[in-house]
């Protein structure tokens, strides 16, 4: 969302759940306000310390509704051009829906196999991804979230993890897969 540290944005269908469920109401912080507008600090948003309210302030100013809107959008464009690029080779499968800008996938090969791949992509420190796990499957998670990624930008992931997929395996089948 364009706030480059310490700072998250929520968002919920019924804002009423989460203030019920996070509702703090002391005494001493009552105050003649209250129900006149939303009242953040039982969002457990912390919204106060190191001036993260004012960083998203600034975003909020600078791109405005419409702005953020399509900031979401072209990230949520450049996830689904990744998600093609992976159904458009059989080598690999999606391990979840691609939601937002990320995208779980992994190489149709073993745990092990997977896990050796993620560690040389991120050893050759050209892209950087994280694992996890899904249904006892080891994933790779490729997370679009700089604030100026661009296509050619998930080409070159793409193709930086397509080489080391064949690097790997032919450094497997010269070894005789050891």
Known sequence: MEVNFDCSA??????????NAFNVDPIFLRHQ????????????????RRFRSLKLWFVLRLYGVKG?????????????QFESLIKSDDRFELNA?????????????????????????????????????????????????????????????WQTIVANLEQMLAQDGASGGQ
């Not at 306000?33 to 106060?48: E, F, S």
């Open 10 to 19: 929520m968002w919920i269908k019924d804002r009423s759940t989460v203030v």
């Open 33 to 48: 306000y209250q129900n006149v507008a939303p009242d953040y600090r039982h969002w457990q948003i912390p919204l106060g």
């Open 68 to 80: 953020l809107q399509s900031f979401i959008r072209k990230h949520v464009g450049l996830a689904h």
């Open 97 to 157: 829906p691609v939601v937002l800008g990320l995208i779980c996938f992994r190489y149709k090969g073993t745990n092990e196999q997977n896990e050796a791949l993620l560690k040389r992509i991120n050893d050759e420190a050209k892209i950087y991804m994280v694992p996890c796990t899904l249904s006892g499957k080891f994933c790779i998670r490729f997370a679009v979230a700089a604030s100026r990624t661009e296509p050619r930008h998930i080409e070159f992931a």
